[in-house]
């Protein structure tokens, strides 16, 4: 009996989805559950599982193409009823995928190895050489595109050690090696296919600059206080939660304060449309982003109801959630419904920055890098203080000028107000 | 290995290092109280806190009755009303009585309090075999309270650990459950650091590098398979040996850094095998390092028997042994 996979939905507010990677090939066989396909939409990626056991029949989709969800995307033989096209089948996969593997472009499609699971075309003997074989093996032979099958395991009885894998990646770099260049490691003079996300960001950005006129200020803050503050608490938090204690959640914490202090900070411009005039729609949430660059791409996860939280709770959620996108586990509801963006723009020296609005918000404020300067306070002494930048980067459909400095003001006032100590 | 005493340190075992800290936390910090049994005139069967009565007088330094459930749950309220107190359970094998103290009391007070309260108690105590200390002289405790969110457990197997964990102990606003193992107390020697110093409770430490295989243990089991590594360096093999030094919270990072690189894992405690701490190691690297691993995960621990007996044939049958852990480690860097 054939069943027919859909695309599916996930979550909640997405209506299409990327077929990021074919798993499987037509004829190879699936276990119920197991994931034969990876979808991506809004820069979340996921497997997906198959509801049956059986072998694939046909893929509908190409490689990088979106679809509605609920479009058919691949069709597959349940076992039993698949008997006969299975045993019809080795000889002509086995060839076409020899065939492929050599041109196989830009997808690593571990046609050869198969790492994922016995494949149908697979003899008996290439079955016993991938059952010893570890799970560092399957994913070093995928990673460089290596057939286990064709490497002397030095292991006991014979098994293919991963340092065999690797000994064979040396040996033989050539076969390792593919013509397709990568984001992650750009070949000067080829042409770099635009992940999913990469698309997103590039869409996102030149939508916001277009429709945004963006303007700009800068404040410098005076964090010698905080600053210690921080030092004091850095230890004991990061023993108690396993995260480091950075400046962002206290700037977190000022910025939230300063958006109740002037609401249209944390709103957004919603264009006429139809017989709709334009508007303003003040937000009742306080969702903080906070900008996380990866080396491939920019995630944005959200702190819901930052404004709910201490300085402690800010920092334990943004612990969360910069663990979850270096491992690039963030769910669609991670990153959704954020109203203001926060970029910690200084670790690397920056001293002032432009940043571009995320979408459908009115600003975006930025923390430079933290420096001593010698500053000339009030009274006319000098004094060595920790100075800090905060850039901003604001949609002037929204506010003026006159409603960003305030706010701006603000946010240094009350962060020049904090610590030196107190409960975070 | 012959250790010296240098311009800023002195070598001291593992049962001085907790004498001296204990020593500077009495002196140092007025809140701080011992007690147990036997901890005043007889100054501890292991004479750790030999002279402290005389010095601290014994409203600090309290004798109780032979009642492990009283001791922690005096020292349960003396630390939720603003004192230190270090509680002594003499023998680990003892700790049973005041089980719902620590579980049902010391480890939920913040909890159930909302914050209110917290439970700066630590309760030392000696554990493990290999002593000829039989049915009450020689237990593992650890996997009993280790399941237990609230409770911290430490188990230091160096001088230099005892003193700073111990510190951190003491300063941490929670309960620790601080794991004394008895064959090291004079066994093992080292330089311990002058002065007042911490080291952060959840942090391993690797004491040996190594490429090959990664074996993480605690207690006297952490120098034997310190000396079994040794010994495998002579024959070419690269053992890197984790110290995990706290039990909970347990050093992921640690760990799971140490896998990815060797790709093979051997846990080895003196506690028994099920649901042990090496149960708990194995299903977090398999959650989240299964595709690092080249070699089934291994465990050498306590046989699952109810205790180690007298006789030294059923002893030595119980605990492990270098050449063992040797064997182990040759076979899976073989696998």
């Not at chain 1, 990673?143 to 002397?152: C, L, Q, T, V």
């Not at chain 1, 023993?239 to 939230?256: N, Q, W």
Request: negative net charge; glycine residues 8%.
């Amino acid at each position: 009996m054939a069943t027919t996979i859909t695309m599916p939905q996930l979550g909640e507010t997405v209506t299409e989805g990327t077929v990021a990677q074919w798993l499987k090939s037509v004829g190879d066989s699936v276990d119920k559950y197991e994931d034969f396909v990876e979808v991506s939409t809004d820069k979340v990626n996921a497997g997906v599982p198959s509801p049956v056991t059986g072998t694939i029949r046909e893929l509908l989709v190409k490689e990088g193409e979106t679809v509605a969800t609920g479009t058919p995307i691949a069709v597959i033989d349940e076992a039993g009823a698949a008997k006969t096209a299975l045993t019809a089948a080795p000889a002509a996969t086995a060839a076409s995928a020899a065939a492929a593997a050599p041109v196989a472009a830009a997808p690593p499609a571990p046609a050869v190895s198969s790492p994922n699971g016995a494949p149908a075309a697979a003899g008996v003997e290439s079955e016993s050489a991938l059952r010893g074989a570890s799970p560092a093996v399957r994913r070093l032979a995928r990673e460089h595109r290596i057939d286990i099958r064709a490497i002397k395991g030095s292991g006991s009885n014979g098994r293919v050690t991963a340092d065999d894998v690797l000994a064979a990646v040396t040996a033989a770099p050539s076969a390792a090696v593919t013509r397709t260049s990568t984001y992650a490691q750009p070949i000067p003079g080829s042409t770099v296919t635009l992940t999913q996300a990469r698309r997103i960001i590039a869409e996102r950005m030149v939508e916001s600059k277009r429709t945004a006129p963006h303007a700009w200020s800068m404040v410098e803050i005076d964090v010698t206080d905080v600053w210690s503050w921080r030092v004091r608490e850095k230890d004991r938090f990061e023993r108690e939660s396993g995260y480091k204690l950075t400046l962002l959640p206290f700037f977190i914490r000022a910025v939230v304060e300063s958006l109740a202090a002037f609401p249209l900070m944390n709103a957004r411009f919603v264009p006429a449309s139809g017989s709709g005039q334009p508007s303003i729609y003040v937000n009742g949430e306080v969702n903080i982003g906070i900008a996380i660059g990866l080396a491939t791409n920019l995630v944005v996860p959200v702190i819901r109801r930052a404004d709910k939280l201490s300085i402690k709770g800010i920092a334990l959620a943004a612990g969360e959630l910069i663990e979850k996108a270096r491992k690039g586990k963030l769910g669609v509801d991670d990153l959704a419904g954020g109203t203001f963006t926060v970029n910690n723009n200084g670790a690397n020296g920056s001293w002032a920055s432009a940043p571009i609005i995320n979408g459908g918000q009115a600003g975006i404020v930025t923390m430079e890098a933290v420096v001593k300067k010698v500053v000339v306070r009030d009274d006319d002494s000098l004094a060595i203080r920790r100075m800090m930048n905060s850039c901003l980067s604001l949609d002037h459909r929204v506010v003026d000028g006159y409603v960003a400095s305030g706010f701006l003001a603000d946010l240094k006032q009350r962060l020049e107000r904090m610590g030196p100590q107190g409960d975070l | 290995m012959a250790v010296v005493s240098s311009a800023n340190s002195t070598v001291m075992n593992n049962v001085e290092a907790v004498r001296a800290t204990l020593y500077e936390a009495m002196k140092n910090d007025e809140r701080t109280v011992i007690l147990g049994e036997d901890v005043g005139a007889r100054g501890n069967v292991f004479l750790i806190t030999k002279d402290f009565i005389g010095e601290f007088g014994e409203r600090r330094v309290i004798d109780t009755p032979i009642a492990e459930a009283s001791i922690v749950g005096i020292a349960v309220g003396m630390a939720m009303e603003g004192l230190r107190p270090i509680a002594e359970i003499q023998f680990a094998d003892f700790i049973y009585p005041s089980f719902n103290q620590i579980v049902g009391e010391a480890a939920k007070i913040r909890y159930r309090s909302n914050g209110e309260y917290t439970c700066p108690l630590v309760i030392r105590t000696p554990y493990g075999g290999g002593v000829r200390g039989a049915l009450s002289h020689s237990v593992s405790i650890e996997a009993l309270f280790y399941h237990v969110p609230g409770l911290k457990i430490v188990a230091p197997s160096f001088p230099d650990d005892v003193k700073g964990l111990l510190n951190a102990a003491i300063d941490d606003p929670d309960p620790v459950l601080f794991l004394e193992h008895k064959k090291t107390y004079r066994l093992i020697k080292g330089e311990v650091p002058d002065g007042h110093y911490t080291i952060p409770l959840g942090k391993a430490n690797v004491r040996k590098a190594g490429t090959q295989l990664t074996v993480v243990s605690y207690g006297l089991y952490l120098h034997w398979a310190l000396e079994a590594a040794q010994r495998l360096q002579e024959e070419n093999v690269s053992v890197e040996v984790v110290d995990l030094r706290s039990i909970r919270p347990m050093d992921k990072t640690a760990i799971l850094t140490s896998v990815e690189k060797t790709r093979k894992l051997l846990i080895v405690h003196e506690d028994n095998k099920f649901g042990g701490i090496g149960a708990e190691i194995s299903a977090m690297v398999a959650e989240e390092a299964l595709f690092s691993l080249d070699a089934p995960i291994r465990r050498l621990c306590g046989p699952d028997v109810p205790s180690m007996g007298y006789a030294l044939p059923l002893e030595e049958e119980f605990m492990s042994s270098p050449a063992e852990m040797a064997d182990a480690m040759r076979a899976m860097v073989k696998f």
